[in-house]
């Protein structure tokens, strides 16, 4: 079962990504297209590392994700 935060966080890579592929998206915030999808599907956690260089690649903060 996904949390909340996961629920926020694939709702905000679903909006940045829109009808971008996976493999743009991809190389756009430095995570595998394997992974953005499951990060999507909130079948994947996302580690503080990972959260980070999506912060830095797509220049917002967590205010943006999780309000």
Known sequence: M???LDE???????KKRGKTTYA????KIGLPASTIFRLEQCQ???TLGRLQTV????????????G
């Open 2 to 4: 996904a949390s909340e």
């Open 8 to 14: 926020k966080l694939a709702t905000f890579l679903r």
């Open 24 to 27: 743009a998206f991809s190389r």
């Open 44 to 46: 994947q956690s996302i």
């Open 55 to 66: 912060l830095d690649r797509l220049r917002c903060t967590l205010d943006d994700i999780f």
